[in-house]
């Protein structure tokens, strides 16, 4: 049964490697450091319940959010625990080691909960940073200008600081060798070091560029919405979380989908800009581990293809 339509894959960096997602399996594979790789296999489960609701415009990418958080949490756990054991000590390991706090909430709950966690503060900082601005910029319309940038400038901080450290910099290597192997691959070429460097680091679907689209969806969307007494100011922007996400994933795919289009191609570009600094230019190494990644992904997406296709004739 042959589908004329491209699938669409998804990844995210994790410690030394790189994580991708297709229609059944997700597939990390890490360079140890030992530089052997390790390859971690997740089937996707499937969910009626939440296939459903994904198909549904702003719902779909609170629950499509929600999922890869959870799902991305246990990829980087992976990744940073076996990262840092020498490959020599693996007999005498213990084939899973947990801490209490796993244990009694799940690497997936930390996961989800720690993206709420950071949602909530990049929220509320920029609300009562505005505050302390209203003797300057009192109308309804400035704080909320005000309030964005704020957030914006929080964002851009946070981003722009962390990238110093060795790890989070070699992390954004591997996000850009992801996003080069996605884009060689959308292109039709061949998965080779020499391709994929040629790529951009950049890509449109990048969640990079949904997190810049929540700022800009947030300022429009607590236009409708009053900003005193404080107490109420808070609570809508709590209350409106959800709405400012789904808007954005909208955005996101819609300027993903014209991206192809001139003029419309402009709408994509603060996200891309935000890139600049979520991702860096990686090394043939690093791309290596990405392409190996992909190739596993792209070896049992298709070997379960075949396997449905069979179930199918039968």
């Known amino acids: 049964m042959s589908n004329s339509k491209k699938p669409v894959y998804g990844g995210q960096a994790v410690v030394e490697g790189v994580m991708f997602g297709g229609k059944h399996h997700y597939v990390t594979a890490i360079r140890r450091n030992d530089r052997s790789i390790e390859y971690f296999h997740l089937r996707r489960k499937p969910n009626p319940a939440l296939s459903f609701y994904k198909k549904i415009p702003f719902i779909r990418g609170i629950i499509s959010i929600i999922e890869a958080s959870a799902n991305g949490s246990k990829h980087l756990n992976f990744s940073s625990e076996r990262y840092g054991i020498d490959p020599k000590d693996d007999a005498t390991i213990k084939e899973k080691e947990v801490s209490k706090l796993s244990m009694y909430l799940g690497v997936a709950a930390i996961g989800v909960i720690s993206f709420l966690f950071g949602k909530f503060i990049f929220t509320l900082v920029p609300v009562f940073l505005a505050v302390l601005t209203k003797p300057i910029f009192p109308t309804h319309f400035e704080q909320n ?14 981003i722009y600081f962390v990238s110093f450290t060795p790890l989070i910099k070699r992390v954004f290597q591997y996000h850009g060798a992801e996003h080069k192997v996605i884009n060689t691959f959308e292109s039709g070429k061949e998965l080779t070091i020499e391709n994929v460097q040629e790529q951009s680091r950049l890509h449109y679907r990048c969640g990079s560029s ?20 404080l107490w109420l100011r808070v609570v809508d922007r709590l209350a409106l979380i959800p709405v400012v996400l789904g808007i954005a994933f909208e955005v996101l795919q819609l300027t993903n989908k014209i991206r192809n289009i001139p003029v419309f191609k402009y709408l994509g570009l603060p996200g891309l800009w935000l890139q ?24 049992m997406e298709r070997s379960t293809e075949e396997d449905n296709e069979s179930e199918e004739i039968v």
Do not use: H, R, W
């Open 276 to 299: 600049l600094l979520t991702t860096k230019e990686p090394n043939d190494d690093q791309v290596e581990v990405a392409i190996l990644s992909f190739t596993e992904l792209l070896k």
């Open 210 to 229: 949904f997190i810049l689209f929540t700022v800009i969806v947030g300022v429009f969307v607590y236009m409708l919405v009053p900003i005193d007494p």
């Open 145 to 158: 200008l005000v309030e964005g940038f704020f957030k914006l400038l929080l964002l851009l901080s946070y």
